[in-house]
């Protein structure tokens, strides 16, 4: 496939200004008084990765979903979920979208989620190792890269554990790039890629993929999820019913029109439309929350509680408020009645 463009610092596409010039002139953007009380469309400002978590936010705004629902969505563009969520503690922005890993790193009082929109696959996260290495077991005494607070970080740990390697070298990089440059430049001997980190890593004859994170990783429980500020949530109700349609209905496109949706996604991001469709692929784009997400979620908090990495303490369900996706699409919410 050819190579993604993964950019070590935010990124903010021309709409972005725009909507933020116009919103200003208004008198700021995201505000309890701006959505009740304004005459105009109520202004979101949305986060999404660089890559595909953001497609079905894309195509909503390619497909003018959001403005059938009387919203001016403004996109802000971050390497990860995690940076996304940061934006909104900083009022930078009002709904982020994040892994469900990335997000219990950033979870913290005063943050809801309030949307779960897929469901990926495992297999998303491949084992890439220097090509002496032919086997896991060999990473025993050797060094891994691992990207601290994602969920490439859980899935390293989990695997590791699973594999009674306890004696590997944990090596801390701040991003995919860096993974790869230091696969590419033997300074460690295995790490976990994904997106296009594969395919540079298949490009280098001097290493090989043997595995993915299909040991760690129960089909049907990692979720997709957005995340707002429990003010902003409990005080945009409405406008959060109307962006969770929209959003499903751009679920629906980009299940019906994947290479469409794909190109959309590209167009956005500046990126590459194959990688971008066959990682959507394994999404499972769908607004839903079950209890084997909710179960999975614990098991990532304690995780995280036992490594002092997780403000998210306590009972889980304190930390959602799905009224609004329950009104969008009636039956999603399944998590604690199942």
Excluded at 52 to 78: A, C, I, K, N, R
Aim: glycine share 10%; proline share 4%; with cysteine.
């Amino acid at each position: 496939m050819p190579a993604f463009p993964f950019r070590p610092r935010r990124l903010l596409a021309p709409l972005v200004i725009v909507a933020s010039l116009s919103v200003a002139a208004c008198g700021g953007a995201g505000s309890a008084d701006d959505s009740e009380s304004a005459s105009g469309p109520a202004p979101v400002r949305f986060t999404t990765d660089s890559f595909v978590v953001g497609l079905p936010m894309w195509v909503g705004l390619d497909q003018g979903y959001f403005e059938e629902q009387d919203l001016e969505v403004s996109p802000q563009t971050y390497q990860t979920g995690v940076d996304g969520i940061k934006a909104v503690v900083a009022g930078q922005a009002d709904v982020a979208v994040a892994l469900d890993f990335g997000m219990m790193t950033a979870l913290s009082d005063g943050l809801k989620v309030v949307g779960v929109v897929a469901s990926p696959a495992a297999g998303f996260n491949k084992l890439a190792v220097q090509g002496s290495i032919t086997d896991p077991a060999q990473l025993s005494g050797k060094k891994m890269g691992f990207l601290p607070g994602t969920a490439q970080e859980y899935l390293t740990r989990e695997f590791l554990a699973g594999q009674d390697l306890d004696d590997v070298e944990m090596v801390s990089l701040p991003g995919l790039f860096e993974v790869v440059g230091a696969l590419k430049s033997s300074n460690i001997d295995g790490g976990f890629v994904f997106a296009d980190g594969v395919a540079q890593v298949e490009e280098d004859k001097k290493l090989e993929i043997i595995g993915d994170d299909s040991s760690v990783i129960t089909p049907g429980v990692q979720g997709i999820y957005l995340v707002a500020k429990e003010e902003w949530a409990a005080s945009h109700q409405d406008v959060l019913e109307r962006l969770l349609a929209a959003y499903s209905k751009a679920i629906d496109f980009a299940l019906e029109s994947p290479a469409e949706a794909a190109s959309i996604t590209a167009d956005a991001v500046k990126g590459d439309a194959s990688s971008i469709e066959a990682a959507s692929a394994v999404e499972h784009w769908e607004m839903a929350f079950t209890a084997d997400q909710l179960g999975w979620l614990g098991k990532q908090q304690a995780f995280l509680e036992s490594a002092g990495n997780t403000n998210a303490t306590g009972d889980l369900e304190s930390y959602f408020d799905l009224a609004a996706m329950e009104e969008a699409v009636p039956g999603s919410v399944n998590a604690w009645s199942e």
